[in-house]
């Protein structure tokens, strides 16, 4: 989702790539952009793509302020390749290019982030995806595969930088560093196979949960699990530094919303301490502070459902809390939420936006008259 895969070249039998690790903007969503740490000019950095069996021979540059590493989270290799700075290999200064190079010995979904001033690396948004193909292509095949790392950023309204000390209080819960409205939709023709790819580089477990159907997770970062102990799920934990892969047979078409069912990870930058105003009557008292206060917000006397709607003047460079408008009207989410449209007749090959479900005629939820 909103990413894509690195290019390579075959160099007497080696497969290489190449990872400069920068200084990046993101934008996180239309509204706001972040300065972050990525690779390639981009947070996450590219999708490293490779088959089961090559020899991969991976450049690193580093162009940060200070030292970094790689680490390949989940892949078999010799222990000299493992990127833990200071104890497999020395750091990587900046200025400087090091070589990684190791056999790919399974297929499978993988992770790579710096192991080298870890806390701040990460939190300022280097990381990517490493996919492994199988080298039988029949394996494991099917006709739609997604992949995605979870992260979070601290970053206060009208700023660019993540707080990186922040421990677990973020306030953008991102995929691939975009937030809803800004997350690419999955389209999918009906009847395809689908994989969804889950990574999580965050600092808390994300149960991630999918409606209109039910999979099962077919892959770890450890491997592929056995269809014998697999079972029927609707949400999968993903825990921190675990990568989950799920799958289902689209059979039944609509828009199906995906969503991490923290509620407060599907919002965007919230004041936690906006104290709850529920049935208080408070009308007209917004108004006389905010002629004090003027950023000054109060959560509604009805619940937040307004706020979402309301067109509120926010700081520069932040986003509403809950946004983004549907063909029923306001949304009302924000952070780690996605639609998987799934629809009829889609030409194959062609994944772009299908616009909103067009539902049969008798399908759609009503108002009850004359109760
Ligand atoms: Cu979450």
């Known amino acids: 989702l909103n990413g894509w895969s690195a290019p390579w070249r075959m160099n ?78 020395p750091q990587i200064p900046p200025g400087k290019t090091f070589v990684y190079e190791f056999p790919l010995k399974k297929s499978g979904t993988f992770m790579y982030h710096p192991h080298a001033d870890e806390m701040v690396q990460m939190a300022m948004g280097m990381m990517g995806s490493f996919i492994v193909h199988p080298r039988d292509p029949g394996q494991h095949r099917v006709d739609r595969d997604f992949i995605f790392l979870i992260n979070a950023y601290d970053i206060e309204p009208g700023a660019m930088t993540p707080k990186v000390a922040t421990m677990t209080e973020f306030n953008l819960w991102s995929w691939n560093s975009r937030v809803f409205p800004g997350i690419d939709h999955l389209a999918v023709r009906k009847g395809d196979r689908v994989r969804i790819r889950i990574g999580n580089l965050t600092m808390t477990n994300h149960p991630i949960h999918l ?109 509403p809390m809950m946004t983004g408008a549907g063909p029923f009207g306001a949304i009302e989410m924000g952070g780690m939420f996605s639609v998987v449209k799934v629809r009829e007749g889609l030409a194959r090959g062609d994944y772009r936006d299908p616009g909103w479900y067009q539902h049969p005629p008798g399908t759609v939820a009503y108002e009850a008259k004359n109760v």
């Not at 790539?17 to 920068?22: G, K, N, R, Y």
């Not at 903007?25 to 947070?43: F, I």
Request: net charge negative.
């Open 12 to 89: 007497d039998g080696w497969k290489e790539f190449h990872l400069v690790a920068e200084p990046v903007e993101r934008e996180v969503a239309p509204g706001m952009t972040a300065h972050l740490w990525g690779y390639n000019g981009q947070s996450p950095g590219p999708t490293i793509e490779a088959v089961e069996g090559d020899k991969v021979r991976i450049f690193v540059t580093n162009r940060l302020p200070e030292h970094t590493t790689v680490h390949w989270h989940g892949m078999l290799l010799p222990c000299g390749m493992d990127g833990v700075g200071g104890l497999t290999q």
């Open 211 to 319: 409606h209109g159907y039910d999979f099962v997770v077919t892959g770890t970062d450890g491997g592929w699990v056995p269809p014998s102990a697999r079972w029927p799920e609707v949400t999968t934990d993903i825990g921190v530094g675990a990568m989950r892969a799920i799958e289902f047979t689209a059979d039944e078409p609509g828009d199906w919303a995906f969503h991490c069912h923290k509620s407060h990870h599907t919002m965007n930058a919230m004041g936690h301490n906006v104290p709850t105003m529920i049935g208080v009557d408070h009308k007209g008292v917004t108004e006389r502070i905010t002629r004090l206060v003027p950023d000054y917000m109060l959560m509604g006397e009805r619940g937040m459902a307004d706020m979402g709607e309301m067109e509120m003047p926010l700081p520069d460079n932040t986003l």
